[in-house]
């Protein structure tokens, strides 16, 4: 497969075959990975590989109860984590100043930089992946089961696995409508309408919306899925954890 | 050059050739990124690529100017957008609730996502990339110039180009500081020290020591590169940069 292709035609897999990853296969993806671009070359990330089914099991309410957290053969924990870095900073007579809002935005971006690159580097290798977005829905209890120290913050989760189906193509917008020449260039509502409305015609987004009795595919996203209600409440709770686990909020 | 050889041997390029990159291409690599995975198949983010001299020249000190801001042949500016979504939504008779930390949080992990597909798809096909991270610093005078609506907010920046040499070998941590299994194996002071004495022993880092007259490698990341004084100012610069873009923290 040219990468081309790979990348056009990658997907998430949810369904995974009962087959081994060994050890050593991770640890070279890992490595992989690890040689992605990362802020002043610190590293400020870490991944936590679980395949324990008691551990798992627990852990599971935390996404859920998405099946591909007990179906994956290994359920990968991303983190943000300024804390080896910072204990290194103290061990060379060095004062770390990462427990604030600035290094925990690093730290994100370098966790999710890491994750997509393990992403990719295992999908090349012919594994499956699927991200779980509950992981900072559900941190505090997540960090609990994974014994998280501080300045250490879960992100993102992935379930990977050898693939048991090729994956559905979900789509995705234009290109106009994610890329903008020399400046920002803002939107006509037509122009919005337009961008979306291939999506909205497809069968699976209309089945959505009769599914669930709305009006239309926005509802269902507004109305069920990521609902205001929702979000702003764990909000609070993703807030209250980065500050709990030492990151320093500004005034 | 086989996979794994060109995960393992991708370098940062900040030197770049005087080639012009075609849109068409830049083009098809969005198109590739944009296939990356993404939460709810929202794509919550916009890439703005800027080649005009003037608007790069008033980029540049934003980015502490940086030679390759100007020595690039195409800038790109990763933006955290849940603007288009919630537009999208208002004209579908939809009420978004993304106005929200929770929903920040989401559009910067989505941007990053895309942010690092795009480099490894752009890497593939020869060209080379450096991350800015001067991004977040200076957000509210990079929306300025790009003319950023609302729920629109500057991630991370890439320089793009052919590149004009092979780049550095920065050298990575040990697979043991990254990779944990099955939960979170805390560090002893001695692993910290084993695991970060790979990196004191290279000579570009004896170097630095030296040229910066400090005692260890980690001081001149906490006294010259990423001091707590600037890391303090700038939490709060993006901070309230992201409230004044309409995204509300939790009290």
Redesign the interface.
């Known amino acids: 497969m040219t990468?081309?292709r790979f990348?056009?035609?990658?997907r998430?897999i949810r369904k995974y075959a009962p087959r081994h990853i060994e050890d050593e296969l991770?640890?070279?993806i890992?490595?992989?990975?690890?040689?992605?671009?990362t802020?002043?070359?610190?590293?400020l990330?870490?991944?936590?590989?679980?395949?324990?089914k008691d551990?798992k099991e627990m852990l599971a309410p935390c996404h859920f109860n998405q099946p591909s957290v007990m179906e994956c053969d290994v359920l990968l924990t991303f983190?943000a984590d300024f804390s080896?870095?910072s204990?290194?900073?103290v061990?060379?007579?060095?004062?770390?100043?990462?427990d604030?809002?600035?290094?925990f935005?690093?730290t994100?971006?370098d966790t999710?930089?890491?994750?997509?690159?393990f992403?990719?580097?295992a999908e090349?290798?012919g594994l499956g992946?699927c991200?779980l977005?509950t992981t900072?829905?559900n941190a505090p209890k997540i960090a609990e089961?994974?014994?998280?120290?501080s300045l250490?913050v879960p992100?993102?989760t992935i379930s990977l696995g050898y693939p048991a189906d090729s994956g559905v193509d979900?789509?995705?917008?234009p290109?106009s409508?994610?890329?903008?020449?020399?400046?920002?260039h803002?939107?006509t509502?037509e122009e919005?309408?337009d961008?979306?409305s291939e999506k909205e015609e497809r069968e699976d987004s209309k089945s959505f919306v009769e599914e669930n009795n709305k009006?239309?595919?926005?509802?269902v996203?507004?109305?069920i899925?990521?609902?205001?209600?929702a979000?702003?409440h764990?909000?609070?709770v993703?807030?209250?954890f980065i500050v709990s686990q030492g990151y320093t909020?500004?005034?």
């Open positions: 990468n081309k990348f056009e035609e990658r998430t991770l640890a070279e890992v490595k992989e990975a690890s040689h992605a671009p802020t002043g070359n610190m590293q990330y870490s991944v936590i590989a679980t395949r324990a551990i983190c080896r870095f204990r290194w900073c061990l060379s007579e060095a004062n770390p100043g990462y604030n809002f600035q290094s935005v690093t994100l971006l999710a930089i890491f994750a997509q690159q992403c990719t580097a090349m290798r992946c991200y977005g900072t829905y089961i994974l014994r998280l120290p250490v992100v993102t979900a789509g995705r917008l290109i409508a994610v890329l903008h020449m020399e400046q920002y803002d939107y509502d919005i309408i961008l979306y009006k239309s595919l926005a509802q996203f507004t109305d899925r990521y609902t205001r209600e979000n702003e764990f909000s609070k993703y807030y209250d909020m500004p005034d």
